[in-house]
């Protein structure tokens, strides 16, 4: 259901048709599907079968596995349309790898600056993010470091004005069109911004009172006011939960925790620019500089120039007073496919649309419709709405996916991209997937779970040795079994133990 999209996404749409891409016209079945029509294999019957008995009434899948030259040997519902979850991805990954040069190298467009703005005895400090990840408060920080701006400052001047945190480098666009509303407290929908510190999170630690029934304590709030409402109990497991309204500076935190015990919440952020100015005072102070001003935050709003795409101009380096160069990207892009951070994807998708316009989300998502017309998808088989797959706007159809992985496996970069991708039972996300299995170590896929979602797609070596390229949808999975997770899996140790 489209209702409540916004008109930046509706433009995409239209943008992508127009950008070389087969339209929104659905295009005619291949002939593989006409021929695996006429002569169904007994293994796509056994397979549909597996899926079917090991998941919940209700639950609609899509499964195409094929040969690394494109022979389709299993094709359930290939031209249905899914939610894809986190494998969307794979898609804004591919084309950082495409467009954004060797990761390999120093990401000299990534990391943060800092200047000093207007003079006088207490200048603005202006703390700029330019879309770099990785950038850090942590007193341990030995990489990314948001203290190496904090000395530099602290050598020019010992008193400074307002402390500003600059995040203009890309229009306003804090969340996806699409992302549940219940989902932006937690440290997965934090808020986008050129100006990325910690995640964008900021943890407070709940500490159990003295006694039952006494009331916790919290520690390290400093950026929020706290309504503290929990309780402690004796014995058994506590429950905490958060809520904090937009646009308020007070997070309620409610439940009970148990004596004796402290847990710490990790939680999303709505003005990260505001936040890493935030950060960045704290770090001032600590070294003698004395602040005479406000934090505050400086944004770019979203404007009719972004959908066109016009290039901001970068700020001249003579005014710049410091700069962090992040380590190569290949290291985030690396981490981003392994544990399916949704943030650092998100920030992937604005550095790509920045290269030739303004950073802005539509933008992206044409660099990225234009990509998958190269691979031979079709316009028809994909809506995407954001970069990370965290939007329920988002739809794939599984056979062009498949199109989509074996474009990529022929990329000069394609080897390099596989090997960002989760091993089962090895690592990330696939960790305790596969383990103990066959398929151990031989399956490289990217995940995605979303409400109601499970996702599946990548590469496999069968017990042959050959390699297969699969993609898995379960969509509607009813809330009594939420995952079928399982099913899939069996149904691909299947696969891979009969060819």
């Known amino acids: 259901m489209r209702i409540g999209r916004t008109a930046s996404v509706v433009v995409v749409g239209m943008g992508l048709a127009l950008g070389g891409g087969a339209g929104a016209q659905r295009l005619p079945p291949d002939t593989t599907r006409a021929a695996a029509a006429a002569d169904p294999q007994p293994l796509e019957r056994r397979i549909a079968a597996i899926l079917r008995e090991g998941s919940a009434p209700g639950t609609r899948f899509g499964l195409v596995v094929a040969t690394a030259d494109g022979r389709e040997i299993v094709a359930i519902a290939p ?131 003295d006694r039952p029934g006494a009331p916790a304590r919290v520690d390290r709030a400093g950026y929020w006011a706290i309504d503290n409402r929990v309780t402690t109990i004796a014995a058994g497991k506590g429950e905490l939960d958060t809520d904090r309204l937009p646009g308020s500076d007070t997070l309620r935190i409610t439940g009970t925790i148990t004596a004796g015990t402290s847990e710490t919440l990790q939680l999303g952020l709505t003005d990260p620019a505001h936040h890493g100015a935030w950060q960045f005072k704290r770090l001032l102070v600590a070294r003698g500089v004395r602040i005479t001003g406000k934090v505050r935050a400086r944004h770019r709003p979203l404007a009719a120039t972004d959908v066109v795409g016009a290039r901001v101009q970068p700020l001249p380096q003579a005014d710049v007073l410091a700069r962090i160069t992040p380590a190569p990207l290949i290291e985030d892009l690396t981490l981003t496919s392994k544990v399916s951070q949704n943030l650092h994807t998100e920030l992937l998708l604005r550095r790509v649309a920045a290269l030739n316009g303004t950073g802005a989300t539509v933008q992206g998502l044409a660099v990225i419709s234009d990509m998958l017309n190269q691979a031979g998808v079709p316009r028809w088989s994909y809506d995407l709405a954001d970069g990370s797959g965290m939007s329920s706007y988002n739809r794939v159809a599984p056979r062009y996916v498949v199109r989509f992985l074996r474009w990529v496996a022929g990329q000069p970069w394609g080897a390099a991209w596989r ?44 017990a042959s040795g050959e390699t297969l390229i699969f993609s898995s949808y379960a969509n509607d999975m009813p809330s009594e079994k939420p995952s079928a997770t399982a099913a899939v899996d069996a149904a691909l140790l299947v696969i891979a133990a009969e060819r």
């Not at 229009?171 to 932006?184: A, I, K, Q, T, V």
């Not at 934090?190 to 159990?208: K, P, Q, R, W, Y």
């Not at 039972?425 to 990217?446: I, Q």
Request: glycine content about 12%; hydrophobic content about 40%.
């Open 419 to 462: 090997a960002t991708l989760p091993v089962g039972g090895v690592d990330g996300t696939l960790k305790s997937r596969f383990r103990g299995t066959p398929l151990e170590g031989k399956v490289f896929a990217k995940t995605g779970s979303l409400n109601a979602v499970n996702a599946l797609s990548g590469y496999l070596t069968s």
């Open 79 to 209: 031209d249905d349309r899914f939610i894809p979850a986190s494998n969307t991805k794979m898609f804004t990954t591919a084309a950082a790898f495409q467009r954004l040069g060797d990761p390999s190298v120093p990401d000299l467009a990534g990391g943060a600056t800092v200047r000093l703005e207007g003079g006088g005895a207490a200048p603005t400090v202006v703390l700029a993010g330019h879309g770099g990840a990785r950038l850090s408060s942590a007193d341990d920080c030995t990489v990314d470091c948001l203290s190496t701006l904090a000395d530099a400052v602290a050598a020019r001047t010992r008193v400074v004005g307002d402390v500003v945190g600059d995040d203009t480098d890309f229009p306003d666009e804090r969340w996806g069109p699409g992302w549940s509303w219940n989902n932006l407290k937690a440290r997965y929908g934090t808020a986008i911004s050129a100006l990325t510190v910690d995640d964008n999170v900021h943890s407070v630690v709940v500490h159990s009172g």
